[in-house]
């Protein structure tokens, strides 16, 4: 399946920096963030089901994530943290191209917060925000077979299934695993 999406543009790229849900802030990650990034996303349960995070996940890969995300290209990439209200940072979400192919979406959660729906939220944010400020008609993504919980997700917030099963490299599994992946339109 080819999927294609509406160009880069530059006049809504700008429009907002932050996404707002009912309980959950989407923003740029800063310096600040590097604490509770650390300690999230250095549980096996959370780096073992995407395919760019280490495991062990130390201070230093989220420094490098905070600085790596400042220098994105905005037009082509973006990348937020998840904040809740009362908890601070719970998670991250973001868009980025895989070279080739599609505009892909991904996202986690730390562990103290599954089951809390803030995934959910912060997809349908993310997505209505992709489609309405920054204008993006199609976003690919994918979930490992194993991972029962962000296909939910996923399927709750209106990705279909493409029929196809990639075979992805996870850093923090230092495996391949299957991946099942999805598309969603506008």
């Not at 979400?93 to 192919?101: E, V």
Request: with cysteine; glycine share 10%; hydrophobic share 40%.
């Amino acid at each position: 399946m080819c999927v294609i999406d509406r160009p880069e543009t530059t006049t809504r790229t700008a429009a907002r920096q932050q996404i707002r849900t009912d309980r959950l802030t989407l923003r740029a990650p800063r310096m600040g963030d590097v604490a509770a990034i650390t300690a999230l996303a250095g549980d096996y349960a959370v780096a073992s089901m995407t395919t760019r995070m280490p495991h062990p996940y130390a201070e230093a890969d989220a420094r490098q994530f905070v600085e790596l995300v400042a220098r994105q290209d905005t037009g082509r990439e973006r990348t937020f943290v998840i904040e809740h209200d009362e908890h601070g940072t719970v998670g991250a979400i973001g868009f980025h191209r895989a070279a080739p192919g599609p505009l892909e979406f991904g996202y986690w959660i730390g562990r103290p917060y599954w089951g809390w729906g803030f995934a959910t939220e912060a997809v349908a944010g993310a997505l209505h925000w992709a489609a309405q400020d920054w204008g993006r008609k199609a976003i690919s993504s994918g979930h490992f077979a194993d991972n029962g919980p962000s296909a939910n997700v996923l399927i709750k917030s209106g990705f279909l299934y493409t029929g196809e099963v990639q075979m992805r490299h996870s850093r923090a599994r230092g495996q391949i695993a299957p991946t099942r992946m999805m598309v969603w339109l506008a």
